[in-house]
């Protein structure tokens, strides 16, 4: 029973000191410097910039090519 509570006396030890390093690091915060912007490489090999605050979707495999285009 001995190894038991040494196990949990241990665990919550490593979860106090844990909980104080993140208590103690400050969060940080993006830079508010210039604008935000998106380069997305369009058709034919166009790059298309879009500000950073325009959500975009993508996907992680390409469409099939058109058929007779």
């Known amino acids: 029973m001995r190894r038991v509570w040494a196990a ?3 665990v919550w030890a490593l979860l ?3 909980a104080v390093l ?3 690091h ?8 210039g604008a935000t912007v998106v380069i997305i ?5 166009h790059a298309v910039v879009l500000p950073g605050a325009v959500a975009t979707h993508t996907t992680t495999h ?3 090519p058109l058929a007779g285009g």
């Open 8 to 10: 949990v006396a241990s």
């Open 16 to 18: 106090a000191i844990v």
């Open 22 to 24: 993140a208590w103690s």
């Open 26 to 33: 400050p969060p940080v915060q993006p830079p508010s410097g």
């Open 41 to 45: 490489k369009g058709k034919k090999g």
């Open 62 to 64: 390409t469409s099939a």
